[in-house]
Nanobody, 117 residues
Framework: VQLQASGGGLVQPGGSLRLSCVASGSIFSINGMGWYRQTPGKQRELVAAITKIGSTMYADSVKGRFTISRDNAKNTVYLQMNGLKAEDTAVYLC????????????WGQGTQVTVSS
């Protein structure tokens, strides 16, 4: 399974971004898909995850601001990020695999999100 993430960038505090991650390869094996984020010197943190049937989970720090969604026909998971804060700055990593709960087996490359004025 290969995961290709996109959509990162530089945004001002309070702004929005939408990340996308497309899965290819042995996609029949994928159940869960999600996003982690990582900053230098800190442990990788789960941001949000979603199963094939639409069950979701979120980190407390992003509840009410971020929304994860999924298009199974396009093998794509999205992360809509609203109300971005400086502390959301990180490399966001796409994650997917056959399990129901993260972390999953497969990782994509990161996409940088920078929140700064």
């Amino acid at each position: 399974v290969q995961l290709q993430a996109s959509g990162g960038g530089l945004v001002q505090p309070g702004g929005s971004l939408r990340l996308s991650c497309v899965a290819s390869g042995s996609i029949f094996s994928i159940n869960g898909m999600g996003w982690y984020r990582q900053t230098p010197g800190k442990q990788r943190e789960l941001v949000a995850a979603i199963t094939k049937i639409g069950s979701t989970m979120y980190a407390d720090s992003v509840k009410g601001r971020f929304t994860i969604s999924r298009d199974n026909a396009k093998n794509t998971v999205y992360l809509q990020m609203n109300g971005l804060k400086a502390e959301d700055t990180a490399v966001y990593l796409c994650n997917a695999g056959p399990l129901w709960t993260p972390p999953y087996d497969y990782w994509g490359q990161g996409t940088q999100v920078t929140v700064s004025s």
